[in-house]
């Protein structure tokens, strides 16, 4: 009986999703001129925002993830490994998920899984707390481009640190001890300049991934837009919640289908698009959602405690967030000064350092195996 019931429930949702599908397909051939200016659109943030914040991280993760380099690392984050109750070869993609980006603590957790570095256990503990906006996107892009206040940048990075660290420290009350550490080999590393073309070349093959979700979801952001479909719900809504506003709404329902696109509607928003970004920021989008599930499919890694996590981690960064501005008014009596925020695109200044230091890492390996060879 309940085997019929499943089998029915997939037939359903076969079905839903092929009408899906094809009043999808409708709506691209009626305004294809519509979206491709939504894929337009993507391109430039990708271009401007996307690649330029999270590409050099992504290289740098792949890096840390799969070299020597790796041990250091977990020597020197050993107390906040501890502190979570974590294995100490925690510490790349714990790092990588705080300061990387989006996906790059999701990619870090799935290269260490695929070579026993970790459990899958403790990467499914990992991944509810380690898929977080990057600095230079909450600093630059977010902070300084769309609310035009560097400060609070610094707040939205503030509360979403906070609340990752928060939700590991919970998680960890519930971990059950582990008398090893999983998968702590330290052989079998490769040469440095090998780990860096795996990383370069991992880490463009994971930038395609990233920009095409990014592009997609640009372009099915521009057809809801352009269909009315959006506002006409948002005005409905605003019956029912009349304290908020339908333009507000619809920036939000954005925000939830792509964080950066939202984040820029809610910035025409005043106070409550702050804090609705906010939110939204540690939410991730279903974008980002996507972009982590497609990250670590195929690995074993549990994503179901990470699917109930994000509302979570939203509801946590926003009250911290809220506390944060009571703690520092000055953030706001800023932004309230500004009247047209700064356009700006993510700084290179992170990026620019991590690449020029793993060139470094690069030419020091490089001597390694030279010498090596030469006394063979």
Same mark, same amino acid.
Do not use: V, Y
């Given at each position: 009986m309940r085997l019929e019931k499943t089998k029915e429930h997939g037939r359903l949702g076969a079905l839903l999703l092929t009408g899906g599908c094809a009043l999808l397909a409708v709506a691209l051939l009626r305004g294809a001129q519509v979206?491709?200016?939504g894929v337009r659109e993507g391109l430039r943030l990708c271009a401007d925002v996307v690649i330029p914040s999270l590409f050099p991280f992504m290289v740098l993760a792949g890096f840390l993830a799969t070299s020597?380099?790796?041990v250091v690392l977990n020597q020197v984050l050993l107390p906040l490994t501890k502190l979570l109750r974590l294995p100490t070869q925690a510490a790349s993609p714990l790092l990588m998920g705080l300061i990387g980006g989006y996906p790059v603590g999701a990619r870090t957790l799935s290269v260490m899984v695929s070579q026993r570095r970790i459990s899958q256990r403790d990467a499914s503990r990992l991944l509810c707390f380690c898929v977080n906006a990057g600095p230079p996107f909450l600093l630059c892009a977010v902070g300084v +481009?769309?609310?035009?206040s560097l400060q609070l940048g610094a707040l939205l990075l503030a509360a979403q640190v906070g609340s990752s660290l928060l939700i590991g420290l919970a998680m960890g009350l519930f971990a059950r001890r582990q008398g090893k550490d999983s998968g702590g080999a330290r052989e079998g590393f490769r040469p440095y300049s090998v780990c860096f073309v795996q990383s370069v070349t991992d880490g463009c093959s994971g930038m395609i991934n990233i920009c095409a979700f990014v592009v997609l979801f640009?372009?099915?952001t521009a057809l809801l837009s352009a269909s009315g479909a959006v506002e006409t719900a948002g005005q409905l809504l605003t019956q029912w919640f009349p304290?908020?506003?339908?333009?507000?709404l619809e920036s939000a329902f954005f925000g939830v289908l792509e964080v950066t696109t939202g984040c820029r509607a809610l910035a025409a928003? +005043?106070?409550a698009g702050l804090l609705a970004a906010a939110a939204l920021l540690s939410f991730s989008g279903l974008s980002v959602i996507f972009q982590v599930l497609a990250a670590v499919h195929g690995s074993g890694i549990d994503t179901r405690p990470f699917l109930i996590s994000r509302p979570v981690h939203a509801a946590v960064t926003l009250g911290l967030f809220?506390?944060?501005l009571r703690l520092f008014p000055q953030a706001l009596t800023v932004w309230s000064g500004l009247s047209h925020p700064a356009q700006v695109t993510a700084g290179p200044l992170g990026g620019s350092a991590s690449l020029l230091l793993m060139c470094a890492v690069f030419l020091i390996g490089f001597q390694g195996p030279a010498q090596h060879i030469k006394k063979s």
């Open positions: 979206a491709g200016e020597r380099a790796s +481009g769309m609310f035009g640009s372009a099915i304290a908020l506003d339908a333009g507000f928003h +005043g106070h809220c506390l944060l």
